[in-house]
């Protein structure tokens, strides 16, 4: 199995995501956007960085970029995607994931830790965990702000699919530990299969040990659980 | 600006004829203060720039350095200033001078790791300070974050004496498998010039003779042109090309565009290799119609590379370039004789018809500016007067200080942590990026330490003695997460070197940076000079930026912050005065600036030690704000610490060269600065989260909330 790293032009992350997969002993690669998805695909990750340089909205322009119509296609099929940081922004405008991810309530670019709690743990994503469980990531991002509209809102929640909220190290949900004004302290949501997840914080970031915390391990074990299923 | 008189005559008869306005034109561009360091050459022949793992030291677009531990890993350092820039439009003035280093970091062949930024501005206190600095930060954040390269240091000072001229300086780290070194020496005649990037447009013209002269009252309206924008999307493709591009190994030689555009890289690629070169301007792809051939030669529109490619190879190289959506275009080759530019003539772009419109020996443009020398003035140190200061307050002034107070409202708007090197992150004393590259099956990798700054406050004091110190005081940074020094690049910062005094106080910084990076052997491989930073409120402070590299086995170190367990020793010696402190700048008076170690070697590599010792659980060097700001720092909400001091001397005193080190096992670190420096124990750390200081008979107590509020004032004042 081999998952595909999507590199756009302005894709930064692409190299860690491939490194930190790796290093869980998951085979990863890099493919370029314009060379569209490997036949052999058996996961996704939509990677951090700027697509296209977001002088648009984020991600707005590799939405409709020609590999996202495989990238969707493929989801179709059941296979795993995971859209991380501006990964995430991509699924999002891409119609993968409901709702969308804008300008963070400082204005700024925010590269933090985070504490998230799962909110659902019978997902590939969250598998390694329990139910209220509150992991450390980091978060890296301008435009993490998580909208929706209060229907929409009330059913992704209704059904399971908010995967982290923000939380504070004891895994309360609070607005002081909502580093971006994120409704509902949402962090991560599922698509309509549970096999699709997009999330603003960086679980490659949270892999490596000589780097921290290993919180983000079980995200990207996400696509073993698929694999294996 | 035009070329001056005696330039022109020299130029006049080096060529037997009058220049042509384009050839003025490049002469006035890289024969100015900004490319030929024409008042600073003298000086920095003071450097030792040479060592046992120098690869490729100044002169070139980055420096090159070997790893210790590491068979066949290069990394490659790079510093660069814009200032003037940066005043006159913060956020792309910023923001191009972090797009310019990492060009200059491709150019040899490296992938950028790592990004530092100190910067200097006037009072914090200033609305027109708040403006610059935030729109630097986000410059920075805006262009750092998007090309994936993490900014994981720096410093952030404030000084009046920026007030009207603020400093912006950028260094840059690369990694460099050694097979894969390219350098700016151009190699054979017959090659063609490959330039790779943005198209050309009328942007920053003229920016390096704007850099070379003072900035006027009106300087933010007036010279806005001269500034270039960025393009941080196109720099990552130009990044992704570049690397493409080595790993078919395409390129045989290298130079960015930067200061000149153009015709300052082609023209410096060549002369580095005895060579010239025939480019037709009008074959550089461009942005705008009808551009003049001198406008193509000098625009400095950015994220563009000047290469030299072997004629059979052109072909795959303009295939890579649009596989990353770049412009290329092949403007001409490599020759044996001058550096000519031809541009069509009147009649169209027949060949025929071509007109030679430069037509120069290319090491007369880049080396033939002659130097200025130019009178100093010799700095006089202030004398002892010191102020009878309230010690709660001054120690609360002193900790909330905008240049020793929190830069977390910095360093969290850049990402630190993208490439999954950043070990040890900003807000510690140096930052710990793991080369994973030199991993080997059983062992530990390499882990770069990084450190960059100066403290205006020093230098203003004394130029040398503080030049020394701000040496000093980033090798201890090091030190204090267990590395050793390896290199290092300067990013030398003066006023008008036309006055006696800016001059005299330039000179005593690079001589006491050349000085003490002797003493600690530790070769200065790099550099910019950025002079004439002198304005209406006159001249900055001397300021040596210094951005220093040392390595350790491993990438893990014990961190500044308190673990609530051990003893509290201070370990170096003290200086035994005040100038130069934060503590004289909040509270007045005036003292000498404290004696330095005479070998401060012995001393650091003790500080290396302790930090990697079993029983160290915290350590945390002593710089600008003293013991009171490192003491201040290192307490958590679930660590605190009591400490006794003599006097308000010992408290504030900034001498580096010293750290505080958290320890279960004071008698080791004792017994490892026996007849090295000295040890005193300060008190110990407990689980109070308080910080307790006795301070001769008095007593100062805060709690972390109250230090905390103390210490956020960047956040407080900008948020």
């Known amino acids: 199995m081999t998952v595909t790293v999507v590199q756009f032009g302005g894709s930064n992350c692409d190299r860690d995501a491939v490194g930190a997969l790796s290093h869980l002993g998951i085979d990863a690669e890099r493919v370029w956007h314009e060379d569209g998805l490997p036949e052999d695909t058996t996961g996704i990750v939509l990677p951090g960085g700027f697509s296209y340089g977001d002088y648009l909205r984020a991600g707005a322009m590799a939405a409709r970029s020609p590999v996202m119509a495989e990238v969707r296609a493929a989801a179709e099929d059941g296979v795993p995607v995971l859209g991380v940081c501006n990964g995430a922004q991509i699924g999002c405008e891409t119609g993968l994931t409901d709702g969308a991810f804008t300008t963070n309530a400082s204005a700024r670019f925010q590269c933090e830790n985070a504490y998230l709690r799962v909110e659902n743990a019978d997902t590939p994503w969250t598998r390694a965990y329990d139910e209220g469980d509150v992991l450390s990531v980091p978060i890296a991002h301008g435009e993490g702000r998580f909208e929706i509209g209060e229907e929409r809102y009330e059913r992704l929640d209704s059904e399971g699919r908010v995967l982290f909220r923000y939380c504070d190290a004891d895994g309360n949900v609070t607005d002081d530990a909502n580093p971006n004004g994120s409704r509902g302290n949402v962090a991560g949501v599922l698509g309509e299969r549970d096999t699709v997840a997009v999330l603003m914080p960086h679980p490659e970031r949270a892999t490596l040990p000589d780097l921290g915390s290993t919180d983000g391990q079980g995200v990207l074990r996400g696509f073993e659980a698929v694999s294996n299923a | 600006m035009s070329l001056a008189d005696s330039d022109h005559d020299l130029i006049r008869a080096e060529l037997g004829r009058d220049p042509t306005p384009e050839e003025a034109a490049l002469f006035e561009n890289l024969w100015s203060e900004h490319c030929a360091y024409r008042s600073s050459r003298p000086l920095l022949g003071a450097f030792d720039s040479e060592g046992e793992h120098v690869v490729v030291g100044p002169g070139d677009d980055a420096a090159v350095v070997s790893l210790p531990g590491s068979d066949d890993h290069w990394i490659t350092l790079g510093i660069e200033s814009h200032n003037h820039p940066s005043y006159v439009d913060p956020f792309d003035g910023a923001a191009t001078g972090v797009g310019g280093i990492v060009r200059d970091t491709l150019s040899m062949g490296a992938y950028p790791i790592a990004l530092t930024d100190s910067l200097y501005f006037g009072g914090f206190d200033r609305e027109h300070t708040r403006y610059l600095l935030e729109g630097v930060v986000e410059g920075i954040s805006h262009y750092g974050n998007c090309i994936g390269v993490p900014t994981v240091g720096g410093s952030v000072a404030f000084h009046e004496g920026y007030e009207g001229n603020p400093l912006v300086n950028v260094a840059c780290v690369g990694l460099l498998p050694s097979d894969r070194l390219v350098t700016a020496v151009a190699q054979e005649p017959g090659n063609k010039l490959v330039l790779v990037g943005n198209a050309t447009g009328r942007d920053g013209l003229g920016g390096a003779s704007f850099a070379s002269e003072d900035l006027a009252e009106d300087a933010e309206t007036e010279d806005r042109p001269a500034v270039q924008v960025g393009d941080p999307y196109a720099e990552k493709r130009l990044i992704e090309c570049n690397e493409a591009l080595l790993d078919e190994d395409l390129l045989l030689s290298a130079r960015d565009l930067g200061a000149a555009g153009l015709g300052g890289a082609s023209s410096e690629l060549v002369a580095k290799g005895d060579l010239g070169a025939r480019i037709d301007l009008d074959r550089v792809h461009q942005r705008e119609p009808n551009m003049s051939p001198l406008e193509i030669l000098l625009a400095e529109s950015q994220e563009r590379m000047c290469y030299e490619v072997a004629p059979e190879d052109v072909e795959r190289v303009r295939e890579l370039a649009a596989r990353f959506d770049l412009g290329c275009s092949v403007i001409g080759e490599v020759t044996d004789g001058n550096y000519v530019c031809t541009f069509p003539g009147e009649d169209g772009d027949d060949n025929l018809e071509r007109e030679t419109v430069v037509d120069v020996p290319a090491e007369l443009l880049a080396d033939g500016a002659p130097t200025n020398d130019l009178d100093s003035g010799d700095p006089v140190q202030p004398e002892r007067d010191l102020p009878d200061a309230d010690l709660g307050e001054a120690f609360e002034a002193v900790v909330a200080s905008p240049s020793t107070a929190s830069k977390r409202w910095v360093y969290r708007q850049y990402d630190h942590e993208v490439g999954l090197r950043t070990a040890v992150e900003p807000g510690d004393d140096a930052a710990v990026m793991a080369i994973r590259e030199t991993e080997t099956g059983d062992g530990n990798g390499v882990g770069l330490a990084l450190s960059a700054g100066a403290v205006p406050n020093w230098t203003a004091c004394a130029p040398y003695e503080g030049a020394r110190a701000v040496a000093l005081e980033n090798a201890t940074n090091l030190a204090a997460v ?190 490892r600065f026996d007849g090295v420096a000295d040890v005193v124990e300060l008190g110990s750390a407990d689980g109070s989260g308080r910080l307790e200081l006795t301070v001769g008979d008095e007593s100062l107590e805060y709690g972390v909330a109250e230090i905390r509020e103390l210490r956020d004032v960047l956040a407080q004042g900008l948020d």
């Open chain 2, 482 to 671: 267990g590395a050793t020094p390896l290199a290092a690049v300067d990013c030398l910062n003066g006023g008008n070197p036309e006055k006696p005094a800016v001059y005299g106080g330039f000179k005593g910084i690079v001589d006491g940076l050349a000085d003490m990076c002797r003493d600690l052997s530790v070769p200065v491989v790099g550099g910019n000079v950025s002079l004439y930073n002198d304005s209406v409120a006159g001249p900055i402070p001397p300021t040596p930026t210094l951005a220093m590299v040392g390595t350790r086995e491993g990438y893990s170190a014990p961190g500044s912050a308190l673990s609530g367990e051990g003893t509290l020793l201070l370990v170096g010696d003290a200086g035994g005065a005040l100038g130069g402190s934060e503590y004289l700048a909040t509270t007045g008076g005036s003292d000498r600036f404290p004696a330095l170690p005479e070998t401060p070697t012995p001393t650091l590599r003790a500080i290396a030690d302790v930090a990697d010792a079993e029983g160290t659980l915290a350590v945390h060097d002593v710089s600008d704000g003293g013991l009171a700001v490192a003491l201040a720092e290192m307490v958590t909400d679930d660590a605190g610490l009591s400490a006794a001091v003599d006097d308000a001397l010992a408290l504030f005193d900034e001498t580096p060269g010293r750290a505080v080190v958290e320890t279960t096992d004071p008698e080791s670190v004792t017994e």
